[in-house]
């Protein structure tokens, strides 16, 4: 290959993997840019103590800090914890329960202008006999139709901001945890342990404790210590801990323990049945660059191929093939060598022998031939 057609097909694989790049679809800004705070309230969110049967009043500010007008969907929408811990609200078009309820906020489209904002009153009516405690729902606004993106890879974006609307019936509070069965699952050639939790309690929990993997013979094969977000009251969700690499198949046995000592909530789960089985079949996506990876405490390869073994054969072969005329090649190459030289060295003895002779004066003429003139013999 030429200098000039490699450096071709450098250059176009360079523009290949940039065309491809993460961020290759977010190389431009996007230009949805909206803004939904709460009115009159101290933070980023509601933080509304009500009694029950009590009705109030509250507002919010929805903006567009673009630089160009858009339709925008506002709609209250169920709020749920995430895994590991934090607020999510549900998407547009899913079903809604619980507090959601409880908002008088009828979805809609709005037009916002460029840098303009608008304000926008609901009603939040605790039904009566509600329990004490805390709830919670979310005011989102959104672009009304996706935007399209540009370059290699093209996303369509549809950017939310969600507000939380926290509800605080007073009464006393019964903070509680409880720990479900735990999973496995590979993501990009790492495992995954993911045990389901939910907090029937009616307190927002923030937890954290420790978390041991053991296998079949009681071994530990690895720890990590959970810590999560808020976990909000009337949710269940999932801790996840990811591994530096994927569990052999077999049989484990996860514990775990989960505790807020601020609000006294406590669960502990001992020998949670897992099964890890073959691991093959992985997910495209893999962990994220702030994902904190779990040591694995197995030497063992996880999984060997039998075809892995038949190719290891052959190449042990091939190498003592090579190994062998080697060998025969290095008896052989001596031997030619020394019938060289020798026959080198006799030449050389043949060649010198009548040099290395001692030098004999000429013998003298006779005495009856006869003798050139002395001139002659000059001109000779």
Same mark, same amino acid.
């Given at each position: 290959?030429?200098?000039?057609?490699?450096?071709?097909?450098?250059?176009?694989?360079?523009?290949?993997?940039?065309? $491809?790049?993460?961020? *290759?679809?977010? +190389?431009?800004?996007?230009?949805?840019? &909206? =803004?939904?705070? %709460?009115?009159?309230? !101290? #933070?980023?969110?509601?933080?509304?103590?009500?009694?029950?049967g009590?009705?109030?009043?509250?507002?919010?500010?929805?903006?567009?800090?673009?630089?160009?007008?858009?339709?925008?969907?506002?709609?209250a929408?169920?709020?749920?914890?995430?895994?590991?811990?934090?607020?999510?609200?549900?998407?547009?078009?899913?079903?809604?329960?619980?507090?959601?309820?409880?908002?008088?906020?009828?979805p809609?489209? $709005?037009?916002?202008? *460029?840098?303009? +904002?608008?304000e926008?009153?609901?009603? &939040? =009516?605790?039904? %009566?006999?509600t329990? !004490? #405690?805390?709830?919670?729902?979310?005011?989102?606004?959104?672009?009304?139709?996706?935007?399209e993106?540009?370059?290699?890879?093209?996303?369509?974006?549809?950017?939310?901001?969600?507000?939380?609307?926290?509800?605080?019936v007073?009464?006393?509070?019964?903070?509680?945890?409880?720990?479900?069965?735990?999973?496995?699952?590979?993501?990009?050639?790492?495992?995954?342990?993911?045990?389901?939790?939910?907090?029937?309690?009616?307190?927002?929990?923030?937890?954290?404790?420790p978390?041991?993997?053991?296998?079949?013979?009681?071994?530990?094969?690895?720890?990590?210590?959970v810590?999560?977000?808020?976990?909000?009251?009337?949710?269940a969700?999932?801790?996840?801990v990811?591994?530096?690499?994927?569990?052999q198949?077999?049989?484990?046995?996860?514990?775990?323990?989960?505790?807020?000592?601020?609000?006294?909530?406590?669960?502990?789960?001992?020998?949670?049945p897992?099964?890890?089985?073959?691991?093959?079949?992985?997910?495209?996506?893999?962990?994220?660059?702030?994902?904190?990876?779990?040591d694995?405490?197995q030497?063992?390869?996880?999984?060997?191929?039998?075809?892995?073994?038949?190719v290891?054969?052959?190449?042990?072969?091939?190498?003592?093939?090579?190994?062998?005329?080697?060998?025969?090649?290095?008896?052989?190459?001596?031997?030619?060598?020394?019938?060289?030289?020798?026959r080198?060295?006799?030449?050389?003895?043949?060649?010198?022998?009548?040099?290395?002779?001692?030098?004999?004066?000429?013998?003298?003429?006779?005495?009856?031939?006869?003798?050139?003139?002395?001139?002659?013999?000059?001109?000779?």
């Open positions: 290959m030429s200098r000039s057609t490699a450096a071709a097909v450098l250059a176009a694989l360079i523009g290949l993997a940039v065309a $491809l790049a993460p961020g *290759a679809a977010h +190389a431009t800004e996007s230009p949805v840019k &909206l =803004s939904a705070k %709460p009115v009159a309230q !101290p #933070g980023q969110f509601f933080d509304v103590t009500l009694a029950a009590a009705t109030r009043t509250l507002r919010i500010e929805l903006g567009n800090q673009g630089t160009s007008g858009i339709a925008a969907r506002t709609y929408a169920d709020a749920y914890t995430i895994i590991n811990g934090g607020f999510a609200a549900r998407l547009r078009g899913e079903a809604s329960a619980g507090t959601t309820r409880w908002l008088d906020y009828r809609s489209v $709005l037009q916002l202008p *460029a840098g303009e +904002a608008v926008r009153s609901f009603t &939040l =009516s605790v039904p %009566p006999g329990p !004490p #405690g805390e709830y919670i729902s979310a005011i989102v606004l959104e672009n009304d139709q996706p935007v993106g540009s370059g290699a890879v093209a996303l369509n974006h549809v950017l939310r901001q969600a507000v939380a609307v926290n509800v605080r007073p009464g006393p509070p019964h903070p509680a945890l409880k720990i479900g069965s735990a999973t496995h699952k590979v993501v990009a050639a790492h495992s995954v342990l993911a045990v389901a939790v939910t907090n029937p309690g009616n307190a927002r929990l923030t937890p954290s404790g978390l041991v993997l053991r296998d079949s013979s009681g071994a530990v094969v690895s720890r990590a210590t810590s999560m977000d808020s976990f909000y009251a009337h949710t969700t999932q801790v996840e990811t591994l530096a690499r994927t569990l198949p077999g049989n484990y046995a996860v514990d775990l323990t989960l505790s807020d000592a601020q609000r006294g909530a406590r669960a502990t789960a001992e020998g949670l897992l099964v890890v089985v073959d691991t093959q079949a992985q997910s495209a996506a893999g962990p994220s660059s702030r994902t904190k990876l779990v694995v405490f030497s063992v390869p996880a999984h060997i191929p039998s075809w892995a073994f038949v290891l054969g052959l190449i042990v072969l091939a190498a003592a093939g090579g190994v062998a005329t080697a060998v025969r090649r290095r008896r052989h190459r001596p031997t030619v060598g020394r019938r060289r030289r020798h080198r060295t006799a030449g050389r003895r043949r060649f010198r022998e009548p040099s290395e002779s001692p030098r004999m004066p000429p013998a003298p003429p006779a005495a009856d031939a006869p003798r050139a003139p002395v001139g002659a013999e000059a001109r000779r």
